[in-house]
């Protein structure tokens, strides 16, 4: 059984490192093969996070588990404390962060049980926090390719290793919801050439390239929106119903990409805001420095 605690930021750092991080989405509240676990309550400078973080071993590599909607799925994407879940994985020393999504399918020839590889996303969110920065602090990350491609490389190899039928790139678009779109918005996204169709990734990837942080998503496809002539809507049981076969895939793969992570990371999302950064240090006020203390650190 793992054990329940809670810690403050400086002792998550430095007790409880992880390399990776993965977030789990809808369907997928735990991740199995983790051994040597415990769970672990850690508070950030913009809150809690989504849930505890389950820290283990997985095919020998250190790795932190986050339910991204919360364990029993109590969270809507619009309530999820994004700034809080990244700043937490940057707390416990991770570099790289897998997203795992249900999403809905904008083309015929992306099926439900399939596996997509998120290399472009479209932001129509509304309401959402998307920045660290702020508050006397202006910097400008470079987003043009917003996911990191050596993750991305990985978990497209993993999922073709694990006999899944991946698609290694495919452009997310990211709605605000909760509601599933219209059909006219559905024909719209489908004329646009979108490819899939979700309420979450997009505000973590912006979050994750600001923290220096590897990020990449494996989007389940789990049904054809309401475009599709064969299904005249989306409801929540359909989707979680076709998560639930797909558990396994999403498990097995998240197995495999672990276990083949290069040790170095050859990308620059490790370096991103070395020329982001706009503003003089000198005149960042104290306590926007000590918020951002784990992004900062090697720029003060």
Partial sequence: MPKSGSTNPK?????????IGIIGGSGLYSMAGLTDTREIAIKTPFGDPSDKFVLGTLEGERVAFLARHARGHRILPTEIN???????????????????????????SLCPGEFLVVDQFVDR????????????????????????????????????????KVHRKGTYVCIEGPQ???LAEASMHRQLNFD?????????????????????????????D?????????TGAQIMAT?????????????????????????????????????????????????LAAILAKYL
């Avoid at 002792?11 to 390399?19: D, F, I, N, T």
């Avoid at 309401?226 to 809507?233: F, M, R, V």
């Fill in 82 to 108: 994004f700034r809080a879940n990244i700043y937490a994985f940057k707390l416990l020393g991770v570099e790289r962060v897998i997203s795992v999504s249900a999403v809905g399918s904008l083309k015929e």
């Fill in 180 to 182: 599933f779109s219209t």
């Fill in 11 to 19: 002792r998550a750092a430095r007790k409880s490192q992880a390399g």
């Fill in 125 to 164: 969110t509304k309401h959402r926090v998307s920045t660290f920065f702020g508050a006397g602090l202006v910097a400008h990350v470079t987003f043009d390719k917003p996911t990191c491609p050596q993750l991305s490389a990985v978990l497209a190899d993993s999922g073709v290793h694990c006999s899944v």
């Fill in 243 to 291: 998560l639930a076969q797909n558990a396994e895939n999403a498990q097995r793969v998240l197995r495999q990409a672990v276990k083949e992570m290069p040790s170095d990371r050859s990308c620059k999302c490790g370096s991103a805001l070395r020329s982001a950064i706009i503003t003089d240090l000198k005149l960042v006020p104290a306590p926007t420095k000590k918020r």
């Fill in 226 to 234: 309401c475009w599709h002539p064969g299904h005249e809507s989306v």
């Fill in 196 to 224: 899939v169709i979700g309420m979450t990734n997009v505000t973590e990837a912006k979050l994750a390239r600001e923290a220096e942080l590897c990020y990449s998503s494996i989007a389940m496809i789990t049904d054809f």
